[in-house]
């Protein structure tokens, strides 16, 4: 018997899409092919356009309050939790794009404002985690919003198409110098040799495979 397909596994194959593409100016034609569903399977799992945004607007909610919970969670070291938070970011930026963004403003304010609500709580997550390790003297002493403020500007300037053009840069190699940039600016010089990022180059080749 064939597996039935979640409706996450939909939004994942749009993803790439939406984030250079208004959803307002698609057809569920369109969405049905970028889907590679037929027209009457996209209707059986999603019954108007309507409910197709609500959808994704949901699964970067639900991801959002998964890195809330990896951020908080006490049994990960201080570094280890700034990984992931530093590829949570990168997803981020990467899939809720500043295009999408307005597109949902415009158009979807109810699902724009669910969603702003949803990356508000995690910047203040972030900004606990962050003062958290400044006070046990893991991280060094910093503007914690200016911090993420950084991170956000940054990593959207990057992927955008004439960033590495302009910079003669790969993208990979600009997010890689990047992360190493913050990991110095954050941990006091004792718990740098403690990092253990040898797959963090793959685990960013990953979020990028998906926009390229």
Request: charged residues 30%.
């Amino acid at each position: 018997m064939r597996k039935a397909v979640s409706v996450d596994t939909y939004v994942e194959k749009i993803k790439p899409i939406i984030r250079r593409t208004r959803f307002s100016q698609l057809k569920v034609d369109d969405l049905a092919k970028y889907m590679d569903i037929s027209k009457a399977t996209l209707y059986k799992h999603f019954p108007s356009k309507d409910d197709i945004i609500e959808q994704v607007v949901n699964y970067y909610i639900d991801y959002s309050k998964k890195a809330d919970t990896e951020v908080k969670d006490d049994s990960l070291s201080f570094w280890d939790r700034f990984q992931k938070t530093f590829l949570q970011t990168l997803m981020c930026v990467t899939f809720i794009s500043d295009l999408f963004l307005q597109d949902l403003k415009e158009f979807y304010p109810r699902h724009f404002e669910k969603l702003t609500v949803a990356l508000q709580n995690r910047n203040k997550s972030l900004q606990t985690f962050f003062e958290s390790g400044m006070e046990q003297q893991i991280f060094n002493r910093f503007n914690a919003v200016l911090f993420m403020v950084q991170d956000d500007a940054v990593l959207r300037r990057f992927i955008e198409p004439s960033f590495s053009i302009q910079y003669d840069i790969t993208l990979k190699q600009a997010i890689m110098d990047f992360y190493n940039m913050k990991l110095y600016q954050l941990l006091k010089p004792e718990y740098l040799k403690m990092i253990d990022d040898s797959d963090m180059e793959t685990k960013i080749v990953n979020i990028l495979q998906a926009i390229s």
